[in-house]
């Protein structure tokens, strides 16, 4: 079988593992101080936000119960739609909870704003969000962000979860790919 070259596509280093690893301590340190052992519902937004969800709550030092959000908004564009379509909803109430919602990017804002309105609507006692990245210069509306790891630029990143058209979720790294043209 002819040796595959696909390791000289392998997405460039953006943040390295242990950089992430770093990040996710202090982050989880920060949650667990300010919810002080209050239980909390900790909603994953899928897909891309599977792995740093599970590395993150297990760093959590809270009483919690886990809950899956499916959302999709990009297809296989490296732009955002701005629509949202939700793909699996949440299996328990959230009202009179403390909900913490983890999103892998924000980079136009839409998708965690929607996410946000739509599980406000729900009554939790308290709402937050925590995002792994944020593209600061991308954003087209105003998104709270309550816990968040890393600015980054405008590039389009792969890897600990995140995709491109499905693929490079498996990477340990954040990493980035050129962009279409
Ligand atoms: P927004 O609605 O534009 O903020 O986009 C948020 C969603 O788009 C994220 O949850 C990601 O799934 C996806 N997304 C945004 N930027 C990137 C990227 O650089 N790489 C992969 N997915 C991205
Ligand atoms: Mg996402």
């Known amino acids: ?96 909870r403390h909900v913490v919602v983890f999103e892998d990017i924000v980079d136009t804002g839409l998708t965690l704003s929607y996410i946000l309105n739509q599980l406000k609507a729900r009554r939790p006692a308290s709402l937050k969000s925590c995002s792994l990245l944020l593209k600061p210069d991308s954003l087209k509306t105003e998104v709270h962000v309550d816990y968040l790891g890393f600015k980054i630029g405008k590039e389009f990143v792969v890897g600990y979860g995140i995709d491109y058209a499905g693929k490079y979720r498996g990477l340990p790294y954040i990493g980035y790919v050129e962009q279409d043209h």
């Open 1 to 96: 079988m002819p040796m595959s070259d696909d390791s000289n596509r392998l997405p460039k280093v953006l943040i390295p593992q242990v950089k992430l690893h770093a990040r996710l301590a202090e982050l989880a340190q920060e949650i667990s101080n300010d919810y002080q052992g209050n239980e909390i519902v900790a909603v994953c937004i899928l897909k891309g936000s599977f792995i740093f969800f599970s590395d993150l709550i297990r760093l959590l030092d809270l009483p919690m119960t886990c809950e899956f959000l499916g959302v999709s908004s990009y297809g296989n564009k490296m732009s955002s739609s701005g629509e949202v379509k939700v793909t699996l909803d949440l299996n328990e109430p959230l009202s009179g």
